[in-house]
């Protein structure tokens, strides 16, 4: 700033001496050479007052023009700094809010496995239709609502593991309108054995199940729109009115697969050998 300052000074200087010096040359040419002394004598404090006014008007026009520049692009600094800084803090917000929303899906995954296989312990590993019907399924729906796709895979292994989503077994747990679409079980490099599962009435929409081998296996009044079906190992499969809009099934082997009134708009089974009973 100092400098430009300085450097303007030592331009009206130059440009007054210029000025001095043209205004001299020019009156002596109309005047005689009795005159020129005079002449130069009164025009040099002419020139001095007149560039005397013009720096004292136009300095402090121009200090008052680079104090609105510097003043304007300190005000853009600071706008883009604090822009800056709301865009950070708003997305270390963001950042806490999921953080927060995935920790209490954590937590409230674990306490429900807690507090099921505190049930299954204290009841030997037996719960009656009692406890099933009046605890552990509404426990286990109010769970699925609040939980991401990810996490109600894990409660689905847990309860599969658990055999409470087995037919085999004398009390299962009924999972009609459970919430479980767009779950994907299985992956091509692991095989899982899901034989004697009950899906009786879930929502499944969008669902994958890859490389499971399904062994009466109960899909009956099920929601499968859009489910994908790949590699799947089918015996004595039952989806009885179960809606399969637009399902695909890529079936590596089948036994028998009952699909009596099965809504199978759309659907494309690449396994010819599907028996429908």
């Known amino acids: ?9 030592k331009e009206l200087i130059v440009l007054q001496t210029y000025f001095c010096a043209y205004f001299a040359v020019h009156n002596s040419k109309s005047m ?40 304007l692009q ?5 706008k883009g700094n604090r822009e800056v800084d709301l865009r950070i803090a708003d997305e270390d917000h963001q950042q806490n809010i999921e953080l927060n929303i995935d920790q209490q899906r954590n937590g409230q995954l674990v306490g429900y496995i807690r507090e099921v296989s ?12 009692q406890i099933l ?6 426990k286990t729906l109010a769970a699925l609502r609040q939980l991401d796709v990810t996490r109600k895979v894990y409660l689905v292994l847990f309860l599969h593991e658990s055999r409470l989503l087995s037919i085999s077994n004398s ?24 034989r004697s599962v009950s899906f009786s009435g879930a929502i499944l929409d969008n669902s994958s199940f ?8 109960d899909f009956s009044y099920a929601k499968l729109r859009g489910a994908s079906f790949v590699a799947i190992n ?35 089974i690449s396994q010819k050998k599907v028996i429908f009973i």
């Open 32 to 71: 005689n050479s009795s005159d020129i002394a005079s002449s130069r004598w009164c025009q040099r404090p002419k020139c001095k007052s007149i560039f005397q006014f013009i720096s004292a008007v136009f300095i402090p026009l121009l200090l008052g023009a680079f104090t609105i520049i510097l003043t």
């Open 171 to 194: 009390s299962f747990l009924n999972l009609a309108d459970a919430n479980l679409s767009y779950i994907h079980i299985g992956s091509p490099e692991a095989n899982i054995d899901m």
């Open 133 to 138: 019907t009046s605890i552990v399924r509404p």
């Open 210 to 217: 890859t490389s499971i081998s399904f062994g009466f296996t």
């Open 74 to 78: 300190q005000e853009s600094i600071a």
């Open 118 to 129: 505190d049930l299954l312990l204290e009841n030997n590993f037996s719960l009656n239709q």
């Open 234 to 268: 089918f015996d004595n499969v039952n989806f009885y009115l179960a809606r399969l809009e637009y399902a695909q099934f890529d079936i590596g082997t089948v036994d028998e697969a009952d699909f009596t009134l099965a809504n199978l708009t759309g659907a494309k």
């Open 1 to 9: 700033m100092s400098s430009s300052i300085k450097y303007i000074g």
